[in-house]
């Protein structure tokens, strides 16, 4: 069973290796009528870019998306939509002299021990380029759920032991860190570009919340909201933690203190009252805000010499050429925002399945879905 | 897409419901040729039935299993293995007073808010006794992954502050909080009975690691290694949070610390000199020991007396009675196992798959497999 | 991947042997609110069951279904249904002669090629009970179809060369043959009983036809909906050809004689004239009636002796001893009826979703699905 | 779920309309180190080009394929293989006038019905161009396929009534008919003319023939290798009628005469005495050639007028201007071996994983393999 689709019935699959000839996707099961432009993905992609700022690597790539299909009109058809994002500047010759080495915090041992061998160009398919796709394709997943009133919206929360102390979303894209705290966004600009000069990466925490999702969303046993949301935030280059609501801190409460209190709101809705739970009881989402948080670690590219073996054990220093990001948390912030919608966009469909007789929708679509 | 199967190749499909008739499992896709007993899958059973011991609820089920097919002169036959326990000692007039209630904490609102009603009785299908199904399955995948070798060990390692301190694996299956470090088991036994006093409840982090796990497995994507137990562990009633190797404190560390170095082995084998990757690299194992830990809530049926609302949104108290446990970890320990073989045991077998020709295979099965 | 299960959205797992302790299935993503008895499934059954006629084998068997999970007060939760048949009255002493020997026109030969070994008992799995499932959740299928108005009929249409002439859909479930020409019925049944006492066996036909199947079911490409109807009717034992419409005939035609003509109906709707497509069109149904036929062949077991060869290849003649069917025809309707409706069923949920704004439901579902 | 993917193990998504900016697919599953050159998929594309013969369209397309991923130095990576072929000779004008009419026979009505609307320049996904992505694919799967010595061949069996006498493979690609009987080709080639004079077209049927496939291939239930198989091609657009073996006709044999008798063959192998079952015995390949037949109807565009009505039902009549084919039975062919060489591949790989210890693979691979 191949691995590189995700979800069922709104589903991507992802293709494309660094200094190949493209990176894309197709995304199938996106429903018929949903108005879509090239500038809708191309928005997102732009935000994910490198070359972007001076946190990020200096590679300087157009990422332009094209549509190939499943789009007449201005609208999806109900087929498939394929795009695809021809590579640029791809400079192989960076890589030639180590293709035989393992870089240390790399997917290059892994890989040859998978597959026997691999295109060692540029990280070929476990590069971040392979997340074009997952961006582009969340795009499409952020419309349709727009259509319901869905409004997705990450940020870098920490960096290191630089933790946001203030919440203000206007400011997350005013700064070149996407922290919502623009004091404590200073500082991490400060701490990255010491981080590059010294030749070292930095690692931190990115939180991503989903507002307006409808109470009934996830699965409940494998299909779990928080597992399939788990699964895709795990399946991000370099995260290695995922947690919702209080997450690892609900340790530090006893079951009095965490249960939220259900309640009537004003609207005569059924919610709760605190939201320790991050909007997902028994895998299925309760109408409050979602949050999960991911734990990235520094980059495992640095400019340092490492000490590492060849692809026959012998032992070797590796310098590891090329541009380097000290940190990948700002680009991080769109791929955790396309994930989370691609999860999401996946369940609201799935969701229409659930009864025999279905549950109302909106009472009046937006007059453009129509 | 309907979501009570999990796996691909190594396929789980469970069923069933607290109080209803039985609960269990289908195992699809294991390969013919295994040995299997019923009592290899009691055995785990057993290891998380409730009742068996002063730090967990004082149900009383036998939780007795059947095989129904699958099996013939005590070899798997490549057929689907049905896996079935009857439900026993189920007393569904405790909840028959609360089931217009919505428990903090429960899956009671969210169900309704999906399919427009539910099961109320024993919390239906959002039971740990879903589990059931899981940790039978499990046993046979432990049972596949012995074949190559693989062997998976969990335990309690915190529960809120307390954390073991020393680790002593020969310790964890002789106390009932299953914690490697005799010394705090002790005190988490003290703490865990305080907490019944109090009408209360606790969490804690489990944590699991699997050994032997050979290079290779894992799907480079979307179906990475810890994208895929990720899902698993999540997947799993209770858990807020999963890390693998360092963790969350992988934000504390620069890139060259956090690097792994790769080093030749005694044996010729190419590893690394330290874990902190937690035996996982570009998504695929790298043939050292896999950690993760999850961090499980507190367990939301208490004693005490609540606030919430009924189904209509009016505002209520509400006692929860029946039979509570003021922790899931001793429990969770084999549940939390069981998911982490189920994965590994599907990509065990999806990494036959990799190569136009197959990788040598261990040069000798033992001969009971042959 | 393993072969066991069927369906994406509406989704069924099958499990058992002839001779094991019970075969059954589990039905995933049935929508919550339908309601649901034993006895409508027990209905079904009991139209495959053998032992029931003088054309069918002798076998005494209940086939008593049990319900394990999966419904409440009387409907469909949502959660997977399981469902269990006990197996009874079976002799492996008949087989234990002939274990080492390969049945001509039998999955002996192939299932030890594939696995190496096999339950040789009654047949294994490869036995006809293992369709005991799909009846089951068939009869579901056709209990969620009803919401909707579709209804599906099965029937013999051909035994050897003996063709009904007539259609009188009263007569259908009045004869064992299962044939609307009563006359051509009462031949039919001479030949079986001339074929019985000759120890030999007769294939034929079945034809299967879906009324009130809305517009629109069926995906573009590889999900046609002949194409998912063609699998599951070859999915089922036996089977040799399946054909829709004019079926072979076609090649007959020329494309100003096949092409159905567009009309407006009487009550503004849009079918055809003519229905030679037999219901599909592009992959998606027209609205009109759907119509496949299926060949089977003669049962492989005939109580003749035959050559063969044992397992290690040597010749030898094989007498295959108890009970018979000289035809599976009146036994494959009900088959045949199930695994059209779980197609139909499956896509009638998937179309749920090809739409942003989703089409309009029945303007009013009767009573008691609300 | 969406329905543009097919295969579990080794799988094809495609995508693309007839008048978009391209047709292709994605393989994703294709083990790693396959020999694998733009060259191996353009011959096949070729062979399914339309404006090849006098019997063909005259639509002109070079149909050139790209390798945008997946390959490195002539050898497949494991990772997904994404196949792009750009539209070219595209004139939308000729179906700008009858958009809102319901050509007789083709799929506007019911892709209307499932999505409100359509792209209708030149029947935009449901031409016949999308079946270039699964050439492609289908090219692959040969080469894979073929490492292990299985070699599939189709060819036209019949056109109308006009059918193949004998069997000289040599001869299949020697005519524009694709007929093995050079004789009756002749007569084929009249007949096709003739009805491109009278302005109409013909249907007829395909036989495809797959030897070496290795004994043990197909899962045993639902995905039983003909099941596969006959979805498979009941997916090829225009397919009225599939069938194995003896097919239709096996309802004219009684089981004595239907039955295949084991034998053992020269080398040692078991095998039968005569093929009357095309190669699968319950649902398993018995290492027997297997042969299957498709019966394709008369192509739906005709250059007659014809009775139909507009969207909103008001009788009209049409003309379908544009390039047809008066048969699509050569170039149908190629799809059809594509289609036959994608289950099998699939199953070639899932067979890996139906035993404990693996099947001995082929003693030997050739070199280039290895």
Redo the contacts between chains.
């Keep these: ?6 979800g ?2 709104f ?1 991507l ?5 660094s200094h ?5 996707c ?1 995304v ?2 996106c ?4 108005p879509l432009s090239v500038a809708d993905i191309q928005h997102e992609l732009d935000r994910r870019r490198v070359g972007q700022s001076k946190v990020s690597s200096q590679r300087k790539e157009a990422d332009e998306v ?5 789009v ?1 009109e201005g ?8 795009l ?1 994002v021809y590579n640029g500047d791809a400079k192989s010759s960076h890589y030639d002299t180590i293709k035989h080495l ?1 870089r ?4 290059d ?3 040859d ?7 060692w160009r540029g990280g ?3 590069s971040a380029r ?1 997340t074009i796709g997952r961006v582009a394709a969340g795009a499409i997943a952020k419309l ?1 759920l727009a ?1 319901v009133g869905v409004q997705i919206v990450g940020y870098t929360l ?4 630089l933790r946001a102390q203030v919440y203000d979303e206007g400011e997350i894209e005013r700064n070149i860190m996407r922290c919502p705290d623009p004091a404590v966004a200073e500082q991490m600009i400060e701490r990255v570009e010491a ?1 590059r000069r010294s ?7 990115v939180e991503v919340r989903a507002r307006g999702v ?11 909201l ?10 991000i ?1 370099a ?10 801190d ?15 709101r004003a609207d ?3 919610g709760t009252a605190s939201n320790r ?2 909007g ?8 409050e805000e979602i949050t999960v948080r991911l ?8 400019a ?1 010499t ?4 060849d692809q026959q ?3 070797s220093a590796i310098e590891v050429k090329g541009r380097h990001d000290p940190t990948v948390l700002p680009r991080l912030v769109p791929i955790a925002e396309a994930m989370l919608a691609l999860v999401l966009a996946d369940h609201l ?11 109302p ?1 909106p009472s009046s ?1 937006p007059s453009e ?2």
């Design positions: 069973m191949p691995g590189n689709s995700f069922h019935t589903r699959t992802t293709f494309g290796e190949g000839v493209a990176v894309g197709i199938d099961g429903p018929a009528g949903l094209q549509i190939l299909s499943g007449f609208r999806t058809t109900g087929t498939p939509i394929m695809v393992y240390p915090g790399h997917a041992f892994t890989w021990a998978k597959y026997g061998f691999r295109d070929g398919r476990s392979e349709l259509t920490a960096l290191g032991e981080a030749l070292d990466s930095l690692g931190g925490i409808p109470a009934g969303l996830g699965e409940p046993v494998f299909d779990k928080q597992a399939d949301i788990g699964k895709a935030m795990f399946s280059p995260i290695k933690g995922v947690e919702f609501g209080v997450g690892f609900v340790i530090h409460l006893r079951g009095s203190e965490n249960n939220d209190a259900f309640v009537r005569g809705s059924i739970h991050g997902i009881l028994g895998g299925i989402s309760t109408g734990a990235a670690k520094p980059p495992a590219s640095i340092q490492q000490q590492t073996v054990g012998n032992p469909l799935r969701q229409r399945t659930a009864r025999v007789v279905p549950e929708e679509y879905y129509v």
